[in-house]
């Protein structure tokens, strides 16, 4: 669910210093062909995108045809908002097999909070169904116990079950971020996410970066940096939402969406810091790719220039 309050959806001082002023949110540069030269920084095989860039897409013209046009792009991964398309909810038996007719995997999914405290076993049968290694919410961790600490930490415990039930099927549960879970708890003086990464158990309990909520919540909530955090517990994010923005005085807290690539944000630093081969997946996303006042071009234009940006980014 988006905190941000227009969309809605189901549901750190960086290692060096180098690194920390090209991130500056004051900085400078071009960010306009990356030459392919030098080590590829998002491995091929790695590359996806949340659906919920192309739902437009999926309602009217079906997951099939969705994962035909996503494949003739490059894509390899998908990561699920939901199973519904041209108005009917599509059996997750039925989505898998035409998974495997378009050559891609399914990455993720997410599946609002309250789901997994009332139907968890129907959320792992469908994420089974469909082969994911991940199954997680887009939910805050305070949306059912509330945006304090002592909300966070009754979280962590929802979430540590969340997390076993899902390693006991062969998959790793995992939470994405807002800019909100960056706040800062004013009758305790804790951040709210370092709440929930402590009292959450390493083993069982994972995140998803959105890499653009994480710089809009440094912009609203000073103090962390984003590479820092990641760079912190590598292990802990497995998946990148990698989502690009301006930070313009626009509609989300001060910053516009914008296609990978586009925006303000250093995805050639910040991936040649905190990208470890082999072990993330990084997975496109832009909200607004739908609106046809924010992005005349459509949602499948998106899905291809975050692509071959991605594709081209290097060391």
Known sequence: MSEEGTLSR???IGAAASAAAALSLGAVWSKAAVAATGERLVPPGHLGIQLFTVRDKVASLGFLS????LA?????????????AQGVNVPTTQIRQWLDQTGLNGIGTHIGYTQFLTNINQVLDDAENLGLPYVGTANSPG????????????????FNNF???????GMRFYQHNHSG??????????????TILAETDPSLVFFELDIFWAYVGQSRFPGF???????AQPHRFPLYHVKDGVMDGGPFFGWTMTDVGDGDIDFQTLFTVVGRKGY???????????DPAANPAGSFSTARRSYQYLDNLRA
């Open 225 to 231: 940096d984003p590479i820092q955090l990641v760079a």
């Open 72 to 84: 003739s792009i490059g894509y390899k991964e998908v990561e699920f908002a939901g199973y519904r």
């Open 163 to 169: 997390g076993a039930a899902a390693a006991a099927r």
């Open 181 to 194: 879970e960056f706040a800062i708890d004013p009758t305790t003086g804790i951040r709210l996410y370092d």
């Open 143 to 158: 949306v059912v116990h509330g945006e304090t600490t002592d909300g966070y930490k009754r979280a962590a415990e929802d």
């Open 10 to 12: 189901r549901g750190f």
């Open 280 to 290: 993330h997946h990084y997975i496109v996303e832009r909200d607004t790719a739908p």
């Open 66 to 69: 969705v994962f035909q046009e």
